[in-house]
Nanobody, 114 residues
Framework: QVHFVESGGGLVQPGGSLRLSCAASGSIVSIFLMGWYHQPPGKQRELVASITTDGFANYANSVKGRFTISRDNAKNTVYLQMDSLKPEDTAVYYC????????WGQGTQVTVSS
């Protein structure tokens, strides 16, 4: 099991930006696909962005063009730059390995509200 600790969430106004970080308890260099998920209030958790070991990224339509995922394998950290935030982006954000059963972290709360 690899444990992740998410940080960087907070309260932001619509149109604002946040940068989330996800620190792993061990090396992520051999983990092919890492992802950021969000869980809006009352809804299921869903994948919003993913990135391969060599940096190929993919995004959910709802965040495409506004969010950017990146990873620093040397620092065992994955990032999510969130720009042009909307109220519907309000959710708890988690990072995890994609397509593999792994323990979930506590997540970080993002609230977009005026």
């Amino acid at each position: 099991q690899v444990h992740f600790v998410e940080s960087g969430g907070g309260l932001v106004q619509p149109g604002g930006s946040l940068r989330l970080s996800c620190a792993a308890s061990g090396s992520i260099v051999s983990i092919f696909l890492m992802g950021w998920y969000h869980q809006p209030p009352g809804k299921q958790r869903e994948l919003v962005a993913s990135i391969t070991t060599d940096g190929f990224a993919n995004y959910a339509n709802s965040v495409k063009g506004r969010f950017t995922i990146s990873r620093d394998n040397a620092k065992n950290t994955v990032y999510l730059q969130m720009d042009s935030l909307k109220p519907e982006d309000t959710a708890v954000y988690y990072c995890n390995i994609v397509n593999r059963i792994n323990v979930w972290g506590q997540g970080t709360q993002v609230t977009v509200s005026s």
